[in-house]
């Protein structure tokens, strides 16, 4: 039956065009944004998820930044007790060459003197912006990572403990020896600055490698956890294209269908005629 006041017709065919341009409008959405999970009406468990793991993301990275400055803090310091151990290896060659009969100890000892005002100078130049770790200070606690656990509730930070040397001490014993006094005695105390020195660059270095390690992780971390957020919400932008293709020809059909559908009643009116 025909009727010229409900075209059921035209009707099934609006419905089906009204569907096409959802999912047109969708498809442009995601091609626009690259992403097919925007909100979380989109999915809202995905949505979530991916909320949460941006949040952890961004912790990591800004953990990450903060290990930067404490690495950098370290790294200057290192740099710094290597030289010292440096001076302090020449400042014992000098001492042993004191040893010797007939040597000028004053101008040996003036030699040593000029070794402990560079060391000096050095030890106040090791800082990175006002953070020193060849003076002996308080000890450096830096986080290097945070977990959830089972809840998803944040457990206590990971830290790494940076254990400051004292160049000072070692500054301080150098700059008092006096090789003309006790030849031998300065040797002794001048070898065992050197050990000491050796023994700071080598702790910062060990420090070092630490920090530099706990970045590395965590830069791969951060990529694993990114990564992981775009397979849940990144629009695939081939399988994107190749269906908005097939909606455009699919929203012209429905158009063309709603329009031979519209034509039907019209048919009626040759029946008058």
Do not use: C, W
Not at 43 to 49: H, L
Not at 156 to 178: K, R, S, Y
Not at 243 to 262: G, K, Y
């Amino acid at each position: 039956m025909t009727s010229i006041l409900t075209n059921n017709s035209a009707m099934n065919a609006l419905t089906t065009l009204r569907n096409i341009n959802n999912n047109l409008g969708t498809t442009q959405d995601r091609i626009s944004t690259g992403l097919k999970v925007a909100s979380g009406k989109d999915n809202a468990a995905y949505f979530s998820i991916s909320s949460t793991m941006k949040g952890d993301s961004g912790m990591i990275k800004s953990i990450d930044e903060g290990l930067a400055l404490t690495k950098n803090a370290v790294s200057t310091g290192r740099l710094g007790a290597e030289t010292v151990a440096d001076l302090a290896r020449q400042f014992v060659e000098r001492v042993a060459f004191a040893q010797g009969e007939g040597v000028d100890k004053e101008k040996v000892q003036l030699e040593l003197d000029a070794l402990a005002d560079n060391i000096r100078t050095i030890i106040d130049q090791s800082s990175f912006n006002g953070s020193s770790v060849v003076k002996g200070e308080a000890a450096i606690t830096a986080v290097t990572g945070i977990s959830r656990d089972a809840t998803g509730a944040f457990g206590a930070p990971t830290t790494i403990t940076i254990t400051p040397v004292d160049l000072n001490a070692i500054h301080t014993a150098l700059d008092g020896i006096d090789v003309d006094a006790d030849p031998a005695a300065a040797l002794t105390a001048a070898e065992a600055q050197l050990t000491a020195a050796v023994d700071a660059a080598t702790s910062l270095g060990v420090a070092e490698k630490a920090i530099e390690t706990q970045q590395s992780f965590l830069g791969e971390l951060a990529k694993r956890l990114d990564s992981g957020i775009g397979s849940m919400i990144d629009a695939d932008m081939e399988e994107e294209a190749a269906r908005l293709q097939a909606l455009q020809v699919q929203q012209q059909l429905a158009t063309q269908a709603l329009s031979i559908a519209n034509q039907g009643p019209q048919n009626i009116l040759s029946l008058f005629r």
